[in-house]
């Protein structure tokens, strides 16, 4: 069974490792955010991707929820020393793969290729694309003005009030090589429980992959973000209230109309009618177990849907 | 006393830091060898100006005779397991000044107002000028082809025969802002005991700075490379059999021929007429006391010597 999947950070990146747990991992695609990335020093940061690469290679360091496991920050300090900017923690291993990265997209290769062959160094047999190769840009204007998402989500944490999201370039953007067969040739189409408006709706605003959504074969089901009705963490339900969009599983299940055929919803939250197919799990994903689990929650609700 | 010393990479900065010592040290002026500066991994690599800024703010690694003390390398641990070049090792906080000039150079910032930043953040009362702003390489004919500076140094640890060596650049190069007035205002100009090759006539190869030199009222004084008739460490011995020149140190006096108006010795080598005024000391700079001996002996020379 052939599985893609449309993931942003750390939320979806557990539910990937528990695909490539619960499915031979080859049999993995994850299409990835990319409107997160941004050049900071001088050097191109794939905030989701790398989250994705380190979760799947055992590299993460899951207590802290982002970067390396046992990572060491000399860097940083002497960035300090040299009165660097600092509001956005670069560790010393996590240093190579931004240098890396930049270096080869200074040479001309495609993000696309860089991070297969970084998957393919880390032994990831799960294929790991970026949404695009072209440059997008998740925007917020908020009360503070715009700001890239970065300076929001890290320098500003969420703090500042948001009244719309753009995503810069998208529109231009054609989807990375592999990811329209992968959509195309998948058995079930996921959506990961990333925030809908920060992490996946970047994706669904690449046209191409939008498109490919519409025509595929396979059921698209998504996994709702909320637990009991909230975010197990990040902006989401601070967003919602921001952007005027109803609290609850239902807001989110219309958000998604049109793009997806079912919602996975966690057991904790008030039963609804959402209006479209829908099943029940525990999706709190604390360990490997829970991964694995609502990774086979989701693969069994997918398989019971037909388009 | 003001002091101008033109440099290269370790031997040159255990002698700065020498006059740092013995004279006040805002009085010195170092101007330093970029001839072997390079872009590795897309990152500006300046090796003499930073063996220079970590051995003037105390942060250099003495023991190994470059880069930071307590250094760690989880950069490079990461890079190789993503297959990247690992031939020229950056170590974690290395990184810092390597990542911060790259993103200033990019930015529009030459690289003497950088270098004078981070010298300035790291408490260095003395001038460290890079001997130029513009792009200027050593490259080194050789037996196993054209090499650049640290493909000859470090990845082919001086092996290949040297058949010839330029300065790519070096003719159409002006000093960095600074630098001539730094000379035309010296009361003693001091050519540190680097590699009279490798290090020093890159400086020489800007004609800005030998003009200056030519014209300055100071006496010009060159710290004999050479202990005992051998160099310290690195490559000048074999690089003057291949290149054809007598060993000795009457083969680099005559090297600096016009350049200079003394030369000191060290008192282990064995008498010769030079054709120019000399003195002898124990030019070995094992301790900082070393250095500050060695410094005050340059200085007391130069101030022997009229033009």
New interface residues.
């Given amino acids: 069974m052939k599985v893609t999947v449309l993931t942003g950070g750390v939320g979806g990146a557990k539910l990937v490792l528990g695909l490539a747990h619960a499915l031979p991992p080859a049999d993995v695609t994850a299409i990835v955010n990319t409107g997160d990335d941004f050049t900071h020093?001088?050097?191109r940061v794939s905030p989701d991707i790398d989250t994705l690469l380190y979760t799947l290679s055992g590299k993460a360091n899951t207590a802290q929820g982002w970067g390396r496991e046992g990572?060491?920050w000399?860097?940083m300090?002497?960035?300090r020393?040299?009165?660097?900017e600092d509001w956005f923690a670069l560790?010393?291993?996590?240093?190579?793969?931004h240098?890396?990265r930049?270096?080869r997209l200074?040479a001309g290769e495609p993000l696309s290729t860089i991070v297969g062959?970084?998957a393919r160094?880390?032994g990831i047999a799960s294929t790991v694309l970026p949404m695009t190769d072209d440059a997008v840009a998740t925007i917020l204007d908020t009360d503070e003005g715009e700001l890239a998402f970065q300076r929001y989500f890290v320098a500003r944490r969420c703090e500042p009030r948001v009244k719309a999201i753009r995503f810069e370039g998208a529109d231009r953007a054609h989807p990375a090589p592999g990811a329209l067969s992968a959509i195309a040739g998948a058995d079930a189409i996921l959506i990961a429980p990333s925030n809908p408006f920060l992490s996946v709706d970047p994706l669904l605003a690449v046209p191409g992959l939008r498109q490919a959504l519409a025509d595929a074969q396979a059921p698209v089901v998504a996994i709702s973000p909320l637990v009991g009705g909230r975010a197990v963490k990040g902006p989401t339900g601070k967003l919602m209230v921001e952007l005027g969009v109803d609290q609850g599983v239902a807001a989110i299940t219309a958000h998604y109309q049109g793009v997806i055929d079912g919602m996975l919803v966690d057991e904790r939250d008030a039963p609804a009618d959402l209006g479209i197919a829908s099943a029940r799990t525990d999706t709190l994903m604390l360990a490997l177990d829970d991964r694995i689990r609502v990774a086979r929650s989701a693969l069994a609700f997918a398989r019971s849907l037909r388009r």
Avoid: M
Wanted: net charge negative; glycine share 14%; no cysteine.
């Fill in positions: 020093l001088g050097l990572e060491s000399s860097f300090d002497a960035v020393s040299l009165a660097g560790g010393d291993g996590d240093l190579a793969l240098v890396l930049t270096a200074a062959d970084f160094r880390w």
